[in-house]
Each structure stands twice: as structure tokens, then as C-alpha cells.
């Protein structure tokens, strides 16, 4: 991102809204409704629903996160649209992605290889390294899982339901249980 573009973004450091009147907050760059919690964010213009949490994540012009919203650590391009009660951690969204209702996009990990699966590891440990990435023109189903690490290419379509494990190429439709073997 250059940093002329950077420029136009604004830094929130928390914004947190908790009655029950709407449009509990409004600025130049952001509308945030009931119940919502922002941390550390920057947005260049978004309208944020109720019972949204976003924190450490940088967010495009045009930007909808639905009610119920849930996302950390990621990076929403511009004009993209996520679902109710969606998730999405430490991933990478193009402009004008379509993402439908409870989905779970890049959640953490739990280690298989140890002793016990219970997570005893801190966030980041959870996390490690394994960004997500989201192409342009993306549209995602309702309910769709989308393990870390993976690239979803420009212009794909995942059917509701589906549970994606590998790359998805641009272009690519894919729907139900996907693996290569």
C-alpha cells in the first residue's frame, strides 16, 4: 500500500459502543452500531454492525461488516462485504468480496503433534504465520470453512457448506468437502 493511501486512513485506537440506541458512533470515516467493540484498527470507511469485534485489522472504503462480526489480525479491502456471524482471523480480503453468514475463515490451529490438543499456547502461537489470502471478486457461501495458510485466487466462488483445505485457483468453483490427493 503506498503511503499516500495510507494517509487517508484513520487510527482507532478503541472504540467501544454499548447502549442500545443505533448509530451509536459516526465519524467521516466510520458508522458503528450497537454492542460493537473496535481496537486498534485502521479504516479508511466502514459501516460496523452490532456485536462486532475487530481488532489489529486495517479496513478499506466502503467496507460492511455485518452484525456478529468477528475479526482479528486481517486486512478488508475495499467494497467487500462480510456476512452475520461470520469470523475471520489473520486473513487477507480483496475489494468487492462477497462473504456470506456463519462462516470460519483462518481460525487458529491446535497442535496435533504435542502431548495433549488443549491449547496452552498464546494467540500468535495459535496463529504462527500462516496468513490467509483472499483475492478480488471473491464470493464465499454461507457457512463455509476456510483452514489458515491457504490462497483463495481472484474471481473464485465457494459454495455454501463447503470446507476448503487446499489453494483455491482463480476462477475456481468449489463446493463440499475439498481435497487433493
Known amino acids: 500500500?503506498?503511503?499516500?493511501?495510507?494517509?487517508?486512513?484513520?487510527?482507532?485506537?478503541?472504540?467501544?459502543?454499548d447502549s442500545y440506541n443505533y448509530k451509536e458512533y459516526?465519524?467521516?470515516?466510520?458508522?458503528?452500531w450497537r454492542n460493537a467493540a473496535i481496537r486498534n484498527c485502521d479504516i479508511l470507511?466502514?459501516?460496523?454492525?452490532?456485536?462486532?469485534?475487530c481488532k489489529d485489522s486495517e479496513?478499506?472504503?466502503?467496507?460492511?461488516?455485518?452484525?456478529?462480526?468477528?475479526?482479528?489480525?486481517?486486512s478488508i479491502s475495499d467494497m467487500t462485504q462480510v456476512g452475520f456471524s461470520t469470523k475471520l482471523f489473520y486473513t487477507d480480503v480483496g475489494k468487492y468480496c462477497s462473504i456470506s453468514w456463519d462462516s470460519n475463515i483462518g481460525g487458529p490451529d491446535h497442535h496435533s503433534h504435542a502431548v495433549t490438543t488443549y491449547a496452552f499456547?498464546?494467540?500468535?502461537?495459535?496463529?504462527?504465520?500462516?496468513?490467509?489470502?483472499?483475492?478480488?471478486?471473491?464470493?464465499i457461501g454461507a457457512g463455509v470453512t476456510i483452514l489458515r495458510g491457504l490462497t483463495?485466487?481472484?474471481?473464485?466462488?465457494?459454495?455454501?457448506?463447503?470446507?476448503?483445505?487446499?489453494?483455491?485457483?482463480?476462477?475456481?468453483?468449489?463446493?463440499?468437502?475439498?481435497?487433493?490427493?
Open 26 to 32: 459516526q465519524d467521516d470515516h466510520l458508522i458503528v
Open 59 to 74: 479496513i478499506g472504503n466502503g467496507v460492511l461488516l455485518n452484525r456478529d462480526v468477528k475479526l482479528i489480525g486481517c
Open 45 to 53: 470507511s466502514a459501516t460496523i454492525g452490532d456485536n462486532v469485534y
Open 121 to 139: 499456547s498464546t494467540e500468535k502461537d495459535l496463529y504462527s504465520e500462516k496468513q490467509l489470502r483472499i483475492g478480488n471478486d471473491v464470493w
Open 152 to 181: 483463495v485466487g481472484d474471481g473464485a466462488i465457494i459454495a455454501a457448506g463447503a470446507v476448503v483445505i487446499t489453494d483455491v485457483e482463480p476462477y475456481e468453483v468449489v463446493g463440499g468437502y475439498r481435497q487433493d490427493i
Open 1 to 17: 500500500m503506498n503511503t499516500k493511501k495510507k494517509l487517508d486512513y484513520k487510527h482507532y485506537e478503541e472504540v467501544i459502543t
